[in-house]
C-alpha cells in the first residue's frame, strides 16, 4: 500500500507544515517550531489546520 503525498514541494523538506485540512491540501503555514505554525495558520483563519512534518531527502521517519 503506498502513502498517499501531502506536500510535494522541497522547500518545505525538514520543516513543519500547516494545511488547510486532509481534503484541502493548500499549505497555510510552514517552519522549524510546530507550535509557531499552528498558530500561523490559526492566526490566518484556519480553525483546525492539520499539521505534517515533511521530513529531509532520503531521511527515514517512522511514526
Known amino acids: 500500500m503506498e ?3 501531502l ?8 520543516k513543519y507544515v500547516a494545511l488547510q485540512s486532509f481534503n484541502d491540501k493548500t499549505v497555510v503555514a ?3 517550531d510546530p507550535a509557531r505554525v499552528m498558530a500561523s495558520a490559526i492566526k490566518k483563519g484556519v480553525a483546525a489546520p492539520v499539521i505534517v ?11
Open 53 to 63: 512534518y515533511i521530513p529531509e531527502e532520503n531521511q527515514i521517519c517512522v511514526y
Open 7 to 14: 506536500v510535494t514541494d522541497k522547500k518545505y523538506n525538514g
Open 30 to 32: 510552514s517552519g522549524k
Open 3 to 5: 502513502c498517499p503525498v
